[in-house]
Nanobody
């Protein structure tokens, strides 16, 4: 049974930093593309970042590029999202997701097979 569990969310002031972690089990983590998405209240779920199986390729949405960094530790079955220079518009529930089928990082939530329950990130102004 595949399980993804996010941790590290919370409340932070604008300009601050948070690091999200997503621990995975029940899958061959090293052969799975991992992504991060977010959903703000009243809005659709949107792509944030994704990392390839080896960690060698990453991609980001324009809204977080230069501020967020996605990485993974295949020995620990964990993917991370380091978030710096946070803005109030980054407030959302953040989800990690697993894409089994692709060799490449993808940005559409429809391509991802399993999802974590989400972690709330709130950035105050």
């Amino acid at each position: 049974q595949v399980q993804l569990v996010e941790s590290g969310g919370g409340l932070v002031q604008a300009g601050g930093s948070l690091r999200l972690s997503c621990s995975a089990s029940g899958l061959t983590f090293s052969t799975t593309v991992m992504g991060w998405f977010r959903q703000a209240l009243g809005k659709e779920r949107e792509f944030v970042a994704a990392v390839s199986r080896s960690g060698g390729t990453t991609t980001y949405s324009d809204s977080v590029k230069g501020r967020f960094t996605v990485s993974r530790d295949n020995a620990k079955n964990t993917v991370y999202l380091q978030m710096n220079s946070l803005k109030p518009e980054d407030t959302a529930v953040y989800y990690c997701a697993a894409d089994f089928a692709s060799l490449y990082v993808r940005t559409s939530p429809r391509e991802y097979d399993y999802w974590g329950p989400g972690a709330q990130v709130t950035v105050s102004s």
